[in-house]
């Protein structure tokens, strides 16, 4: 069954500290009204990389005391410090978590060997299903279809978080590794990585409209391709904003403008200025026709 997922965000007060409070609206907000099959938590969207190793455990255990076992939980644990991933991995894997998610090692122009060998240890070590998070735009660490099918291999590496725009690669590795699961990271090509092979999708932008991205696999199933590529275009007419005026800090102003406590930004991550915020708002009219047209 193809999943739809949400790169669930975190929302910070503007000390720049957790709100509980607002992570369970969230959770729940995506749970019960966008109709997600699943929430990936920790990513990028999250914040995860500005947060210590004491928020992000307190992020995972709020999620999963407030989700339950209602929805599939990828928790992505990855980091530079392959002690501190281990033990956030255990965590979650004892939380009850459905599998982890690691990003490529970044920063340092690692090698593959070195990169497969942080993916060897992290699955040996934590014994739990895990997803590769691919991004070559930001990790700079780019596969070839061979060294994709070496990380396959590892023990416990279901699939992978496929955040790329090579959709021949995409196909070509889903007819070679049919056994393993691709989710897509680009919202804004639902319809044309679903129409590659890829098993869902897993995106920042379901957070306000993963009802019609839902929509889409679902017109793909009943052959109805005309109206599933019209979904996407009234997709990417949101996302287009969002790209605009700066995707996280977007969707917590429709999600707060809808009264859920989105909450503020990180630091350094600046917040939207007026004339941004009220562009932002006009978001919520086409969110809200969008979402009686599904």
């Given at each position: 069954?193809?999943?739809?997922?949400?790169?669930?965000?975190?929302?910070?007060?503007?000390?720049?500290?957790?709100?509980?409070?607002?992570?369970?609206?969230?959770?729940?907000?995506?749970?019960?009204?966008?109709?997600?099959?699943?929430?990936?938590?920790?990513?990028?969207t999250?914040?995860?990389?500005?947060?210590?190793?004491?928020?992000?455990?307190?992020?995972?255990?709020?999620?999963?005391?407030?989700?339950?076992?209602?929805?599939?939980?990828?928790?992505?644990?990855?980091?530079?410090?392959?002690?501190?991933?281990?033990?956030?991995?255990?965590?979650?894997?004892?939380?009850?978590?459905?599998?982890?998610?690691?990003i490529?090692?970044?920063?340092?122009?690692?090698?593959f060997?070195?990169?497969?060998?942080?993916?060897?240890?992290?699955?040996?070590?934590?014994?739990?299903?895990?997803?590769?998070?691919?991004?070559?735009?930001?990790?700079g660490?780019?596969?070839?279809?061979?060294?994709?099918?070496?990380?396959?291999?590892?023990?416990?590496?279901?699939?992978?978080?496929?955040?790329?725009?090579?959709?021949?690669?995409?196909?070509?590795?889903?007819?070679?590794?049919?056994?393993?699961?691709?989710?897509?990271?680009?919202?804004?090509?639902?319809?044309?990585?679903?129409?590659?092979?890829?098993?869902?999708?897993?995106?920042?932008?379901?957070?306000?409209?993963g009802?019609?991205?839902?929509?889409?696999?679902?017109?793909?199933?009943?052959k109805?391709?005309?109206?599933?590529?019209?979904?996407?275009?009234?997709?990417?007419?949101?996302?287009?904003?969002?790209?605009?005026?700066?995707?996280?800090?977007?969707?917590?102003?429709?999600?707060?403008?809808?009264?859920?406590?989105?909450?503020?930004?990180?630091?350094?991550?600046?917040?939207?200025?007026?004339?941004?915020?009220?562009?932002?708002?006009?978001?919520?009219?086409?969110?809200?026709?969008?979402?009686?047209?599904?």
């Amino acid at each position: 069954m193809k999943k739809i997922i949400t790169a669930l965000l975190t929302p910070f007060d503007e000390k720049g500290q957790l709100n509980e409070s607002g992570l369970r609206q969230l959770v729940r907000y995506n749970i019960d009204e966008m109709k997600v099959d699943g929430l990936y938590i920790g990513g990028s969207t999250g914040e995860s990389f500005l947060m210590n190793e004491a928020t992000k455990r307190d992020v995972f255990q709020i999620v999963k005391d407030e989700a339950k076992d209602h929805v599939m939980l990828i928790a992505q644990i990855g980091s530079l410090d392959i002690d501190e991933a281990i033990r956030l991995g255990k965590e979650c894997k004892e939380l009850g978590y459905d599998a982890l998610s690691a990003i490529t090692p970044y920063y340092y122009k690692f090698s593959f060997e070195e990169i497969k060998n942080y993916y060897e240890r992290l699955t040996r070590e934590t014994n739990h299903s895990m997803l590769i998070y691919s991004n070559p735009a930001f990790t700079g660490a780019q596969f070839t279809i061979e060294q994709y099918g070496e990380l396959l291999a590892i023990d416990h590496v279901m699939g992978v978080k496929y955040t790329d725009v090579d959709l021949a690669k995409l196909s070509k590795l889903k007819s070679a590794y049919s056994d393993k699961v691709f989710y897509s990271g680009s919202d804004d090509m639902v319809f044309q990585f679903a129409e590659s092979g890829a098993d869902g999708a897993i995106g920042s932008t379901y957070n306000i409209i993963g009802l019609e991205a839902k929509k889409i696999y679902k017109l793909l199933e009943e052959k109805e391709l005309e109206q599933a590529h019209q979904m996407q275009l009234q997709m990417n007419d949101i996302i287009d904003t969002l790209l605009e005026l700066g995707v996280y800090q977007t969707i917590k102003h429709v999600l707060k403008e809808k009264g859920i406590e989105a909450g503020f930004m990180k630091f350094p991550f600046k917040e939207l200025n007026q004339r941004e915020k009220e562009l932002a708002t006009t978001l919520v009219d086409k969110v809200d026709t969008s979402k009686q047209q599904v």
